[in-house]
């Protein structure tokens, strides 16, 4: 069974530092992909970055970043110089076949992100 | 295009009603689903559809109903509502393909209580 975990539950930081928020998936399939996803207070979700299997490459967008090994099943994503607008919950998520073409996402229980002035 | 539509987006409700939580998407997309976030749970798939007609379940299936009879609409229907269904509801919809990749697009949820 797919399985993603979110060990940091809530993470508090002061303005401008970096943080990393941890992602680690357990699957069995040699293709699949992983997702972020951000939950301003607002309550929407809002997609941040999908990664396939076969990427390794880390990707930068901005102030985020994404650092992925297959080797230890992890996808962190880091916030530089972290501002009061990041504060948010933030959900890793693993696709999962379904039938057919279609797919699942199975989610993390997130971590919950507070920056303070 | 309005992207996802979820109505209403606050309910309250007492044990043994029904009700049903629309979904709406105006993308063309094949695939829709429905997922409830609880605290410390992230969010867990109750149903979903890869196409009108074409429904399945997801994890949390028990107590709720779909349908999809059009490819735009995907109901949520609580059959005798609970106080466990008290819960913040998600509709998600994403194209399908070869790959499972593709983003899935989610509404603004909807927030139900079951007193």
């Known amino acids: 069974a797919q399985k993603v975990t979110q060990a940091q539950t809530e993470i508090s930081v002061v303005e401008k530092e970096d943080v990393t928020l941890d992602c680690v998936y357990e699957?069995?399939?040699?293709?699949?992909?992983l997702f972020w996803y951000k939950q301003p207070p607002s309550g929407e979700l809002v997609f941040l970055i999908r990664?396939?299997?076969?990427?390794?490459q880390n990707e930068i967008s901005g102030r985020y970043s994404w650092n992925f090994q297959k080797s230890t099943s992890s996808f962190n994503f880091t916030i530089t110089a972290s501002q009061v607008v990041d504060s948010a919950v933030y959900f890793c998520a693993l696709s999962e076949p379904l039938l057919g073409t279609a797919s699942k996402l199975t989610f993390g229980t997130g971590t919950r992100l507070q920056v303070t002035l | 295009n309005a992207g996802v539509t979820q109505t209403p987006k606050f309910q309250v409700l007492k044990t043994g009603q029904s009700m049903t939580l629309q979904c709406a998407q105006d993308?063309?997309?094949?695939?829709m689903s429905w997922y409830r976030q609880d605290p410390g749970m992230g969010l867990r798939l109750i149903h979903y559809?890869?196409?009108?007609?074409?429904?399945d379940q997801g994890e949390v299936p028990n107590g709720y109903n779909v349908s999809r009879s059009t490819t735009e609409d995907f109901p949520l229907r609580l059959l005798s509502a609970a106080p466990s269904q008290t819960s913040v509801y998600f509709c998600?919809?994403?194209?399908?393909?070869?790959?499972?990749?593709?983003?899935?697009?989610f509404g603004p949820g909807t927030r139900l209580t079951v007193l």
């Open positions: 699957t069995r399939d040699t293709t699949y992909y």
């Open positions: 993308m063309n997309h094949e695939y």
């Open positions: 998600a919809s994403s194209l399908t393909s070869e790959s499972s990749y593709n983003e899935q697009f």
């Open positions: 990664r396939n299997s076969f990427d390794e």
């Open positions: 559809s890869v196409g009108a007609g074409i429904t």
